[in-house]
């Protein structure tokens, strides 16, 4: 898990790279999006407004990262790897998730900051925020089967 203070230290830190240009793109849309509609930028990103959800179980991704960045409030978010969590449901290739149970290290994130979950890692979150959820694809650029 990397946490970020900032939108700023993000393009700071992902300034190159087609995905990390992708997500600055996706939150410099905010104004246009509307809340809990899927955008897609490309084949690479898909992106949307929500709030928060207590989530009982750690979910993880294959081939997608989450990126989190908190619009509104705040939350706990709760990281671990993987490989110290049970699966509870095996990975799905149509949804690209799996479910685990266990326990992680535990963050508070507010308003501002930004939080990138790694594909080793499952997460779950908890509290009162309005976020922007990011899912950007860890392969190339693009999706062989296209």
Do not use: Q
């Amino acid at each position: 898990m990397v946490v970020l203070k900032s939108f700023e230290e993000f393009k700071n830190i992902f300034r190159t790279g087609k995905k990390w240009i992708r997500c600055a793109e996706a939150i410099n849309n905010i104004p246009n999006i509307k809340e809990n509609i899927y955008y897609s930028i490309g084949d690479s990103l898909v992106y949307m407004i929500t709030d928060s959800k207590e989530e009982k179980e750690f979910c993880g991704h294959r081939r997608y990262m989450d990126i989190f960045y908190y619009l509104e409030g705040g939350e706990t978010i709760e990281v671990s790897p993987k490989s110290k969590l049970d699966v509870i449901e095996k990975y799905s290739d149509e949804t690209d998730r799996e479910y685990f149970e266990g326990t992680g290290e535990k963050v508070e994130i507010k308003e501002g900051e930004m939080v990138i979950v790694e594909i080793g890692e499952a997460c779950k979150c908890y509290g009162n925020a309005k976020k922007l959820i990011i899912r950007v694809t860890v392969e190339d650029n693009y999706f062989l089967n296209k």
